[in-house]
């Protein structure tokens, strides 16, 4: 065990900071610190030492260099050997046993819109420099970066850190240099010079770096034979199924189809305005509805195709209540996920040993800006978030004879929002507020107009259908209009768009052009 007898300190996010440095100072451990780090403890009553003072070397250009210095790299990389330790004396430097040191928050002084001079000035630069070579020296030094570790470092104090607990600390360090610069990168090859000469940040810089951290090992990949597990991003937003909470019995452990079955459900279920269920399976809604109650929409969802929902994934839009709950309990399901679940709620649940429960909290905005991602061979395409389905159809253009009804226009709004969210090619039929069929994923959009009235059956008479691209031959609409459909929402856009026109013309069918496509490949 590598006991420590002396620690630098010098934290950017001060929680928690007066305490570790309290244990440290009982423990006999000399603390050296700079700025406002130490003036916190010494506030507190710590004696600590100022890093100018160890280095006989003053702090210059504001505080720009104040611990780039021999005395404190050498007391860092220092090795458990006598030569090395000659060479620090004669330099008049002291071993450093234990490093303590969050660095400058340059994401935070992005994210709110600071001005380029000082998002520049908060880059650091001594931080990373002592995390770095602490972290390479683990074999004797301890670095902590991350204030939820303070409270074993501290328990770990009479014996020393153990080389384990060492090795852990260095590489989250490294996790969390690496992050840092990659920020940093992503910042600066965002900016570029308009026309004018002015500086504005683009969209996609010229180097993406993502750092993500496990989570957990999942059950397996999309088939048993594979392996897989779950990464979460460092700064996961509130309401992200990377921030959820498992509160289930724990008889089972999320596989990699669960995780992306979850997330399905999820992004559709943020659609929603009003007490909402959306059963998801094998990525694709099969059953969405809105009510007064939690329970009746989750019953109208799943009742929407009750064969499909089992075996599925429930996503709801308010906390789990008793009578919700009794309802869940009826079906077979593989998971639920909600902001949060009423006590008695969650003990009914709880019964069913083998439904994974998540609890969000609360939702994530279905319009909040967030990169996706898919993987290619070879690299990655991005995008930005498809975040525009509200509003599209109250704000369309109608383009036949008849407008909807107010009743046509309200399911048809619901039968868009979720549409977004039905594998291309994509169609979905709703009546009143649940939707009754589904057509996902057909190579022809007549065919998932087709099987989406085969799902409804006879509930597709009097439906209102959605189509998340436009119709390229007047086919798709006959075949809606056959089925018994009565207002259709697309984009438009195709060459074809009088002849579709004049279909649903024919068929007495009201016809909105939203403007906007919603492909989901």
């Known amino acids: 065990m590598a006991k420590v007898a002396r620690a630098l300190i010098s934290v950017s996010d001060k929680t928690g900071i007066v305490d570790l440095a309290r244990g440290l100072a009982a423990a006999g451990v000399e603390i050296l610190s700079t700025g406002g780090t130490a003036a916190a403890m010494r506030e507190a009553g710590v004696p600590v030492v100022d890093v100018s003072t160890y280095t006989e070397s003053p702090e210059v250009m504001d505080g720009r260099v104040k611990t780039l210095h021999p005395r404190v790299h050498g007391g860092l990389l220092m090795r458990d050997l006598d030569s090395d330790r000659a060479e620090l004396a004669s330099l008049g430097g002291k071993p450093i046993d234990l490093v303590v040191v969050n660095l400058y928050p340059f994401e935070n002084t992005v994210a709110r819109g600071a001005a380029h001079d000082e998002i520049i000035e908060n880059i650091d630069i001594g931080g990373p420099s002592m995390v770095r070579s602490a972290a390479k020296n683990h074999a004797r030094v301890t670095v902590v970066t991350d204030p939820a570790d303070y409270a074993e470092v501290l328990a770990a104090l009479e014996e020393g850190p153990s080389a384990a607990l060492r090795a852990r600390l260095a590489a989250k360090a490294f996790g969390h240099t690496a992050a840092y610069d990659g920020a940093i990168a992503g910042y600066l090859t965002s900016l570029e010079q ?40 460092r700064a996961a937003a509130v309401g992200s199924l990377a921030r959820a909470e498992s509160v289930g019995a724990g008889g089972k452990e999320l596989s990699f189809n669960n995780l992306v079955d979850v997330d399905a459900a999820l992004e559709c279920v943020r659609e929603l305005d009003r007490p909402g269920a959306v059963v998801v399976k094998h990525t694709n809604p099969c059953g969405v509805a809105v009510a ?3 329970e009746a929409a989750y019953v109208a969802a799943r009742e929407a195709d009750a064969l499909s929902a089992f075996g599925g994934i429930v996503a709801l839009n308010r906390a789990v209540d008793l009578a919700t709950a009794d309802r869940l309990a009826e079906t077979f399901l593989e998971c639920v996920i909600a902001p949060s679940y009423e006590p008695d709620a969650l003990e009914r649940l709880r019964k069913k040993s083998q439904l994974r429960l998540l609890a969000l909290g609360e939702l994530e905005a279905a319009d909040a800006p967030m990169m996706t991602f898919k993987r290619v061979s070879g690299g990655l395409v991005v995008q930005d978030r498809d975040a525009t389905a509200r509003a599209e159809v109250s704000s369309g253009r109608v383009v036949t004879a008849r407008a909807p009804s107010a009743e046509e226009l309200a399911a048809l709004e619901l039968a868009w929002r979720v549409c977004k969210h039905v594998k291309s090619n994509a169609i979905v039929l709703a009546k009143g507020n649940v939707t009754v069929g589904v057509g996902a994923g057909q190579m022809s959009r007549v065919l998932a107009v087709e099987i989406a009235a085969q799902k409804a059956g006879e509930l597709a008479r009097g439906s209102v259908m959605a189509s998340d691209a436009f119709f390229p031959f007047p086919d ?19 060459k074809k768009d009088d002849d579709v026109i004049a279909a649903a013309d024919r068929a007495g069918i009201a016809m909105i052009f939203t403007g906007v496509r919603h492909f989901r490949h």
């Open 194 to 233: 308009d026309a004018e000469g002015k500086v504005r940040r683009a969209p996609f810089p010229g180097t993406l770096t993502l750092q993500l951290e496990k989570a957990y090992d999942v059950r397996y990949g999309e088939n048993p034979h594979q392996k897989g597990a779950f990464y979460v991003e």
């Open 292 to 294: 007064d109650t939690l």
């Open 476 to 494: 798709g609409v006959e075949a809606a209009a056959k089925a018994g459909v009565t207002a259709i929402a697309q984009p438009g856009g195709s």
